[in-house]
């Protein structure tokens, strides 16, 4: 077996740590209680006199697990029962590698997992270990992916075979080797706080960061945070420019789009689309597009809006999702402005909690406690060095960095500008808002959008213009925004952030009577509030009848005094508690005479407003038009308040408010109608409509349904579809995406799929088989079938022969008993056609959505509800899809029709 191929390094070499072993196991199982190891592999670490380090001895191992292997292990690893036969005991291949590893600290990847089942089979605890997971988070904070694939492939390492125990551990040692080489580039005075915060993470953590220390080049390091410029730029004014940039100068056949793209194709449906937003934005009104996959509906609504900007008219543009968003930042717009010749200021603006406050970082830089907190510190000590955004979405935060980011983050009213400028000289979320002040296009998330719109506009700068692509997600995005949400685990965090407030403190320490008083009510009232929380949501869990998870707080429950009275006088005593705990918390600031002290005391008092009118909306003081419910699970309870139709509240706060507004989605129509779209976005009375289809080929997509499929509800069910879903797999070795409505069912499907193994396609299911992004990864790696939920319906990008078929498990129709499906259904005189039909026809469409990327795409949708076909909706749905190519076929029939389609040229 050859070593990874480049890993050997030089002088570059932290010398401590001088034994090193890197150690890897197969195991059958992620819990060492109840999975066993199969195979050991492990390589020590030689360092030369010049301090290069080589892979020295070797030791692998089979382990006798005791049972058969699973066959997804088998896939995974292709160890088979066969070769375990006569393998070592536990207990006597782990004395075998502590023999071999007598002395050495164990470098792993996640080592915590290895040595979780070295321990269960005899090793002693207490060894000295490394995590080449925790270094590279460090070392790379913005890195995509820690997998150890993953990061073998961006660094040019030869991994060997993925999930064998010595070629892993040999990969494992090389990546070590190439994190000594990053670090060695680190300052000296950032090597040396890595070293200080990183003993939080053991003892060797800390030796790789001092042994860093020991070799580095560099004589000085100094922080080098940018700063903003002193007056920001003028927003451009050129109308004669503006006159020149026209659409059908743009699009032209010779224009400079054409010019300047490769391979630029004329798209009649583009133009059109680009033709209607003009109109809009120059005359103004709303306008409601649905622009099939493939039109670039982004170049067709930002030309029209780099026209304005010569103009000096700004446009917010909101997109739903991040990969969106960055594509217009970071390809679409310059790439368009490149070729127009313009040079209009974009600027992206996020919600505050996406931004570091240098602040509140200093203040956790400065007080680590836990393992966690070291992790998170010495991340953001690397990433500090490069960043000039502070922005979130720049890191890769594991586990419970992500929790941990609020204690750092902006999302603190009490965090300025101001209060920020004495510990460094630049607040991240002012430099962004600067930014989007100057930039006469500036790029939202659908959240802040209708944040800003709901608190007024004080978030956004002023536009004239609103363009909301993802359209179809905007209701989701408006109901939580215009919503109400009082947790149990949320107003428990929020009261105990006002105990713990640095005056709160202070006040309990200060040796003033009066501060100490004032401090010692509001610690009273804290405790009061926590009680009173508790006894409502005790209360509030009584009205859930296990095992319901769910419940809609109706009239007829309001009306019951047995059911409902408790938790109206629960609710009533926590409000007072509440009201009580802010008034003792506004009279201990009027005696705290440190500035910094009162803002976050007035923050942390502030966050109960939230609850407070959490109770007065979903339990007091209940409006027509609103949804209220509760939600329970093992450890939290929820009180839910939404409106009923957030339409109007779009209406009022973002349509009225603009000169002009345009939605935008693939998938907005129903059955060749933009009317349901219209309504739930509240202008159904004044929009604009235009429709463009897709430009690729409707032929390339066929849709299959078999006709002796069983129907959801019926027991062959499950195994009809496993059959459906093996034939489309076996014909195209792989390439298939089944998307499901529940885990439940895809489980159960998941477990019938076994016999794909002997085909040597793998079977990978959300939840079980690892992360979405991991998943993915998989699925392209090739032969293989990808069974996902929700979150694969959409957002899932797979062009060219990656895929050939959706499975489509059932008709993806909302519970309709769901409480926010319930409410919104009122309103209709017919809730199943006139709401439940239309929301299912979209979902289904983004399903489909994944399968015809390209011009030269083909596919198969494989609809496994023979409903579509015999019940007296499916026409309805059928005239959504986006093929006129429909055949009933058999179960039997599905693998040759798959084939025969895909392969046609």
């Known amino acids: 077996m050859r070593p990874p191929a480049g890993w050997r390094t030089g002088h570059d070499v932290p010398v401590a740590l001088s034994q090193l072993v890197a150690i890897d196991l197969e195991t059958t199982g992620f819990d060492p209680t109840r999975d066993r190891i199969v195979e050991i592999g492990a390589v020590r670490l030689e360092r030369a006199a010049d301090g290069s380090l080589a892979p020295g001895a070797r030791f692998a191992t089979f382990v006798d697990p005791g049972r058969e292997l699973d066959r997804a292990i088998t896939r995974l690893t292709g160890i088979r029962d066969a070769d375990l036969a006569g393998a070592r005991a536990p207990a006597d291949a782990v004395a075998a590698l502590d023999a071999f590893a007598a002395g050495a600290c164990l470098v792993g990847h996640n080592v915590d997992f290895d040595l979780s089942f070295l321990e269960r089979a005899g090793l002693q605890p207490g060894r000295a270990s490394l995590d080449t997971v925790e270094l590279a988070s460090i070392v790379w904070p913005r890195a995509s992916s820690y997998a150890l694939q993953r990061l073998a492939a961006d660094l040019r390492i030869d991994a060997g075979a993925a999930h064998r125990a010595l070629d892993d551990a040999l990969t494992c040692a090389a990546l070590l080797a190439e994190l000594s080489r990053a670090a060695v580039a680190f300052g ?18 800390a030796e790789f960061f001092a042994g860093a220390l020991a070799v580095s080049l560099r004589a000085a390091w100094d922080e080098r945070a940018a700063t903003l410029p002193a007056r920001l730029p003028a927003r451009r004014r050129d109308p004669v420019a503006s006159e020149r940039l026209r659409v059908a100068t743009a699009f032209a056949p010779d224009g400079p789009l054409a010019r300047a793209y490769a391979g630029y194709e004329d798209r009649p449906e583009q133009r059109g689309m ?48 991040l990969p969106l968003q960055d594509q217009l930042v970071r390809r679409d717009l310059p790439a368009l402005q490149a070729a127009l010749g313009t040079a209009v200021p974009v600027a992206v603006l996020k919600g505050r909690s996406n931004y570091l406050c240098p602040r509140r970082w200093q203040q956790l830089r400065a007080n680590v406690a836990t393992r966690d907190e070291a992790q998170l510190v010495c991340k953001t000590l ?16 594991l586990g419970n960095e992500g929790a941990l980011w609020a204690r750092i983050s902006a999302d603190d009213e009490s965090c300025t500008s101001r209060r920020c400028a004495s510990t460094h000289p630049v607040c991240y979320l002012e430099r962004a808002r600067s930014a989007a002040a100057a930039a006469d296009i500036v790029v ?4 802040l959008l209708l944040h800003d719109a709901r608190a007024g506009g004080t978030l956004l700068p002023e536009a004239e213009h609103i363009v909301i692509d993802e359209a179809h997600q905007v209701e989701e995005v408006a109901a939580d925004a215009f919503g109400h949400r009082l947790e149990s685990w949320r107003l428990g965090r929020d009261l105990d952030r006002l105990a713990r407030s640095p005056a709160a403190l202070a006040g309990l320490r200060s040796g003033e009577l009066p501060r100490i008083e004032a401090a010692e009510r509001l610690r009273a009232e804290i405790a009061m509030a926590h009680e009173r929380g508790a006894e409502l949501f005790a209360a509030l869990r009584a009205l859930l009848a296990p095992p319901e998870e769910r419940v809609r707080v109706t009239a007829g429950v309001r009306a019951s005094d047995d059911a409902w009275l408790p938790i109206e006088l629960t609710a009533e005593r926590l409000d007072d508690a509440l009201a009580s705990a802010q008034t003792a918390a506004q009279r201990l600031a009027d005696l705290d005479g440190d500035d910094d002290d009162v803002l976050e005391l007035g923050s942390a008092a502030k966050e109960i407003i939230g609850a407070r009118s959490a109770i007065a909306r979903g339990i007091h003081t209940a409006r027509p038009g609103d949804i209220v419910w509760l939600e329970a699970d093992d450890r939290d309870v929820a009180l839910h308040v939404a409106p009923a139709h957030v339409g109007n509240a779009i209406r009022r706060t973002v349509v009225d408010r603009h000169r002009s507004v345009v939605l935008t989605s693939a998938t907005l129509a129903v059955a060749g109608s933009l009317a349901f779209a219209k309504e739930r976005a509240g202008v159904a009375d004044i929009a604009d409509e235009l429709r463009v289809g897709s430009p690729f080929d409707p032929d390339h997509t066929l849709l299959l349904v078999p006709r002796d499929i069983a129907l959801p509800h019926e027991l062959e069910y499950a195994q009809h579809l496993a059959v459906a879903i093996e034939e489309a797999a076996r014909a195209l070795e792989g390439r298939t995406l089944a998307l499901f409505t529940s885990h439940t069912a895809m489980r159960d499907v998941a477990a019938r799929l076994g016999s794909l193994d002997d085909a040597g396609v793998a079977v990978l299911t959300q939840g079980v088989d690892g992360s979405r992004r991991s998943l993915l990864e998989r699925f392209r790696a090739g ?5 996902g939920v929700r979150s694969f319906w959409e957002g899932v990008d797979l062009p060219g022969d990656l895929l050939q078929c959706v499975v489509v498990a059932r008709l993806p129709f909302e519970v309709p008993d769901d409480p926010l499906v319930e409410g919104r259904a009122e309103r209709y005189d017919d809730p199943f056609r006139e709401y439940l039909l239309p929301q299912a026809a979209l979902r289904l469409r983004q399903g489909i959505g994944r399968l015809i990327r390209t011009t030269t795409d083909r596919g198969v949708i494989l609809l496994c509800d023979r409903r579509i076909i015999t ?5 309805t749905l059928l005239a959504s899809l986006p093929t006129g190519r429909v055949r009933r076929i058999t179960l039997a029939e599905i693998g040759p029709a798959v084939a025969h389609h895909c392969s046609s040229v």
């Not at 209607?276 to 120059?282: G, I, N, Q, S």
């Not at 622009?291 to 000096?312: C, E, N």
């Not at 032969?783 to 069974?787: A, E, G, I, P, T």
């Open 444 to 447: 939202v998330n659908h959240s």
């Open 783 to 787: 032969r293989s079938v990808l069974l």
């Open 188 to 205: 000296p005075d950032l090597l040396e706080e890595l070293r200080a915060t990183s003993a939080a993470l053991g003892p060797a953590h």
């Open 871 to 875: 019940r007296d909706y499916g026409p």
């Open 382 to 397: 690397v990433w500090r060095e490069t960043t000039t955004a502070g922005d979130r979405a720049e890191l890769n935060l």
């Open 274 to 321: 680009a033709a209607a937003v003009e109109r809009t934005l120059e005359a103004g009104g709303v306008l409601v597009v649905e622009a099939g996959t493939g039109v670039g509906k982004s170049l067709a609504y930002a030309v029209p809006a780099l026209a304005r900007a010569l103009r000096g008219e700004r446009t917010v543009v909101s997109t739903h999702t």
